[in-house]
């Protein structure tokens, strides 16, 4: 109760017996309040970056999508020329095939034509001899 009547006289006086601790906590307030609006203003940046990162993150998101639609059409145009060259081989393969079997006709024509002439010569050298 004494230090109760000793502020209150205090008070009465003019002094202040909490103005020391009151500045102080003055002080730490205006800090306080100094931090807050640094924080908020750190805030609206990295609410402003997120967005902007947002923005990029979609914009790479259509390019991937973009880019694995042409992935995909040139991967369908190989599948294209490879087959296109697979048929292509077949097709020289069935010709060469065809030409050598025409080559072997036609030589098989030639070697019984030469026999023919062969026996004919033969048979016109036999017939000169009587």
Known sequence: MQQYISNLWMALTGN???KAEL?????KQKKAAEN???LNDLYYK???AFDNVKKQVDVLEQQVK?????????QQLVENLRERIHDRERELDQQGKDFRER????NAD???RIGEYNREIDRLKNTRKK
Request: proline fraction near 3%; avoid cysteine.
């Open 110 to 112: 030639y070697q019984k």
């Open 16 to 18: 202040n017996p909490y």
């Open 46 to 48: 990295s609410i402003e």
């Open 36 to 38: 807050v609006a640094g």
């Open 23 to 27: 500045d102080d906590l003055r002080e």
């Open 103 to 106: 080559m072997e006709r036609m």
């Open 66 to 74: 973009q880019v694995n639609g042409e992935k995909q059409s040139l």
